[in-house]
């Protein structure tokens, strides 16, 4: 018996990083969209022939029974995650929510306290985690090849002088800017492969014309086993450095390029198909010692459908979630620490 879906949401997030996973894997059946939108409608509609296409949460909470819907991914602006979440635990349905969690730590203890009351499961949507590059560099990590962990570079890196998304142009206050998007994946790898945080400094800029949120930001994380995280996320960088650089005591790990899994996915390519997650050849990452046994390492495929995978166990047989919940709130919580500590454009 298949795990009756509800996708609530069908903009970039729901329609490409959602979707197709849910559709390729058997133990889902995606049996309700919901979306306002009537282009949205009309392409999920065509998309997913199976599904109920409904305007909006009340509608789907009130179709509930009758779809005999058990999960609700929620795919929706990040304000919005806390209280739609809240309404589908409520509502007797488990929870993925698209990162971040939510905006705040304080919405994020409630949710969590909400569905311990309930006895349903939250499950933060951290797809980064299975990008081919964090996979490679957390096998070569935990196999001890480049010895203990020094440092770590990471860069989400891109070239977007104007925002094209409605609710993200001109937006100030919490829960938006580049900290709360390519940030929460940013934190989230370096304190899920290098532990707890002890201390933080951070840039927080904003450079766009008119732009009230954080486009360009510096973090720096201290973690309690001795290694340093150096994070840059920017939406205005005309030229992209490493993806990864980590400096260990034995050897180093250095790959460039965003992972393809999304790309493609855009693209029209599903899971399944041939190739689907696999890099060009040059973009094999280089592990070594420079000028003296460096070699280059092939790079694992992006697998973002392992999510939902572990998401199905969970349901299914009460393992571990994919991903703790607790982590996505460790993140939220840096986030908050950052913008008290920094304010939006402390330099330059």
């Known amino acids: 018996m298949t795990i009756s879906t509800a996708l609530v949401g069908f903009g970039l997030g729901g329609r490409i990083f959602h979707a197709p996973f849910l559709a390729a894997d058997p133990d889902f059946t995606i049996a309700a969209i919901v979306t306002s939108d009537p282009e949205r409608a009309e392409a999920a509609r065509a998309e997913h022939p199976g599904a109920r296409i409904v305007p909006d949460l009340d509608t789907l909470l009130g179709l509930a029974p009758e779809l005999d819907l058990q999960l609700g991914v929620v795919s929706t602006p990040p304000v919005r995650h806390a209280e739609q979440a809240s309404a589908l635990l409520e509502a007797g349905f488990h929870v993925v929510v698209d990162k971040p969690l939510t905006v705040t730590a304080e919405e994020g203890h409630a949710l969590l306290a909400l569905a311990e009351r309930v006895g349903r499961t939250v499950i933060p949507f951290q797809n980064r985690r299975w990008d081919g590059d964090f996979r490679t560099l957390r096998e070569l990590v935990e196999t001890g090849q480049l010895g203990e962990v020094r440092r770590l570079e990471s860069r989400f890196e891109r070239w977007k002088p104007t925002e094209t998304k409605a609710w993200k142009a001109g937006a100030t206050g919490t829960g938006v800017g580049v900290l709360y998007d390519l940030g929460v994946h940013l934190i989230d790898q370096a304190v899920h492969l290098l532990g707890p945080v002890e201390d933080l400094y951070a840039e927080v800029r904003a450079l766009r014309p008119g732009q009230g949120a954080d486009d360009d930001t510096f973090v720096a994380l201290q973690h309690a086993g001795g290694a340093i995280s150096h994070l840059w996320m920017s939406a205005v960088a005309p030229q992209q450095g490493p993806r990864f650089r980590v400096l260990g005591d034995r050897a180093g790990f250095t790959a460039y390029g965003l992972d393809p899994l999304e790309g493609q996915l855009v693209a029209g390519a599903r899971p399944g198909q ?30 973002y459908g392992a999510f939902y995978r572990g998401v199905a166990q969970t349901l299914t047989t009460g393992a571990q979630p994919p991903v703790d ?11 908050e620490r950052i913008h008290r500590d920094a304010g939006q454009a402390q330099v330059g």
Do not use: W
């Not at 280089?286 to 697998?303: F, I, Q």
């Not at 919940?325 to 986030?335: G, H, K």
């Open 274 to 303: 041939e190739g689907f997650g696999q890099r060009e050849q040059d973009r094999d990452a280089l592990v070594g010692v420079h000028g003296e046994d460096e070699r280059r390492v092939p790079l694992l495929p992006g697998d």
């Open 325 to 335: 919940p607790r982590d996505s709130l460790a993140v939220i919580e840096l986030i």
